[in-house]
T-cell receptor, first 111, second 114 residues
């Protein structure tokens, strides 16, 4: 079983839509949960960082973690064409020496 | 700008050749990570260094090697190249070596093996 599973998409939505991106993971030791955004021909950049279960909001973005079901979500409200990118989830744990990434979901927001 | 610099941006070479990819981490970061990204595999962890010492190995082939120098820059050496080695190679850095520390990525080196 892979450490992190993510629906690869692609996902195409109209501008202004609410987007839901999801990941599941298998390691119950994961405590830190990150979402990275990767634009075409660029390196991934950290978008959201949460610790343990719960929600975290930053502008139009909300990260949600449910450790009991090992489920991670990223919600984007009022999606914009500039949100078109690949989104990668990355759970992490204390003492880890590398970060496991999901395969990424490619999102296109159509004007 | 993440502060992580990778050179060159593009490399085109033939099978059987050897190349070196270079990475300068973000100022103050002691950990350097190398990842390979191909279309069907996503981001695959290759190797991590912390303050000059190897800390973890992932799915790195024996034909590949890396090192981190005293000034903290790192190089990834790829030898006996095969067509399947064509991919984007990313370097990332972080302040700590343990978990919970976000990674800062460079913009990668695109390697094409013909």
């Amino acid at each position: 079983q892979k450490e992190v599973e993510q629906d690869p998409g692609p996902l195409s939505v109209p501008e202004g839509a609410i987007v839901s991106l999801n990941c599941t993971y298998s390691n119950s030791a994961f405590q830190y949960f990150m979402w990275y955004r990767q634009y075409s021909r660029k390196g991934p950049e950290l978008l959201m960082y949460t610790y343990s279960s719960g929600n975290k909001e930053d502008g139009r973005f909300t990260a949600q973690v449910d450790k009991s079901s090992k489920y991670i979500s990223l919600f984007i409200r009022d999606s914009q064409p500039s949100d078109s990118a690949t989104y990668l989830c990355a759970p992490d744990q204390t003492g880890a020496n590398n970060l496991f990434f999901g395969t990424g979901t490619r999102l296109t927001v159509i004007p | 700008d993440s502060g992580v610099t990778q050179t060159p941006k593009h490399l085109i070479t033939a099978t059987g050749q050897r190349v070196t990819l270079r990475c300068s981490p973000r100022s103050g970061d002691l950990s350097v990570y190398w990842y390979q990204q191909s279309l069907d595999q996503g981001l695959q962890f290759l190797i991590q260094y912390y303050n000059g010492e190897e800390r973890a190995k992932g799915n790195i082939l024996e034909r590949f090697s890396a090192q981190q120098f005293p000034d903290l820059h790192s190089e990834l050496n790829l030898s006996s190249l095969e067509l399947g080695d064509s991919a984007l190679y990313f370097c990332a850095s972080s302040a700590r070596q343990g978990g919970g520390s976000p990674l800062h990525f460079g913009n990668g080196t695109r390697l094409t093996v013909t």
